[in-house]
């Protein structure tokens, strides 16, 4: 990729219609926090994401190995919040699989729902496990200019963009998430 630029909102309230559009399951964890280090396993699901793809449960929703594929991600990624240098590299299930091992912080579990809009996706991800509740709305550009005349959805809340503490790194770092306003 070479350059990352996107705008993240907090989520006021899920669209009606958000598990009609393709989703993937993605757990993810950090090796660095600073340059951001991340590895990433991306679980693509067919049929509605979180009724049938949360962990230990596919067997029982009826989900096989040939309904889902998975592909494994390094990614670095530099300083910013709006616009930042990042590079995504692929990696290997054994790879990723002693990786998880030597990172630190949490694991991240989310379902993450890629929703048309124009000539933009919507990036809604929704939060597993110890930060369930939590929904962010993530979209990317290719210009600042572009990102800065964006029009925020009437389903997005607050912007987190700017913002420190709120970052997938800096949620899976945190000692304490009491302090964070993570839903409205």
Known sequence: ???EI??????????????????KLLEQAYLCQNPTL??????????????????????KAGIS???????????????GRLSREEYNLPLTKEAYET?????E?????????????????????????????????EVEFSSEEEALSFQPLE???????????YSNAELSFAKELSNLKLKD
């Open 1 to 3: 990729m070479g350059q």
């Open 6 to 23: 996107e705008r993240k909102w907090r989520v006021r309230k899920l669209p009606k219609d958000y598990k009609h559009f393709p989703c």
């Open 38 to 59: 991340r590895i990433r396993k991306e679980s693509s699901i067919s049929g509605e994401g979180e009724k049938n793809s949360i962990p230990g449960r596919d067997e």
């Open 65 to 79: 190995e040939g309904q889902k594929q998975e592909e494994y991600i390094f990614c670095y990624k530099g300083r």
């Open 99 to 103: 990786l998880i091992g030597k990172t």
């Open 105 to 137: 912080g949490r694991v991240i579990r989310k379902f993450r729902y890629a929703i048309p809009h124009g000539a933009y996706t919507v990036e809604l991800d929704i939060f597993q496990g110890e930060l369930e509740g939590i929904c962010y709305a």
């Open 155 to 165: 389903w997005f809340s607050e912007e987190l963009t700017g913002e420190r503490g």
